[in-house]
């Protein structure tokens, strides 16, 4: 039984963050969310994983803008209610699951839906970069090498 219990305790705190990196972590998921909810794009495209970005850029303009385009926010999807789901570390790469409530449309034809961001980090926590799930199962974008959370 002591031998379960230690097991227990080893596999819940590899994957949990520490203050530093869970400080790290709010304040760019806040600084992410606001920027995509207030129609940063700069910022928003700066807090993006690089690798989603850059596979939009290859795509040319056009898809590029049309991912990245923020323009009309009154009436884009507003991240909101953001909840952490799962936690996986392998050595300084972690990656963080979220659940937002994602709300579109105008205030007479409002949808809300559930939708995934991942968080990721190469360094031990003290950068983030954020990709939606659509993009993190994307394996020209993600390899699945890569992932430490899978569907």
Known sequence: MKILSIVLIIILSGCTLNADQEASLNDAMVSYVNSKNNGVVMSYVAFTHPNSVAYYKAKGD???????????????????DGNIRE?????????????????????????VEEVAIFAMSEDGGETWFFIDEGDYFNDDIISRENRLITQ
């Open 87 to 111: 936690i996986q570390t392998k050595g300084n790469v972690i990656a963080v699951k979220y659940n937002f409530l994602n709300v579109s449309g105008g205030f007479l034809e409002e949808q």
């Open 62 to 80: 056009s898809v590029f803008k049309a991912k990245f385009d923020l323009s009309n926010s009154e009436y884009d999807p507003f991240l909101q």
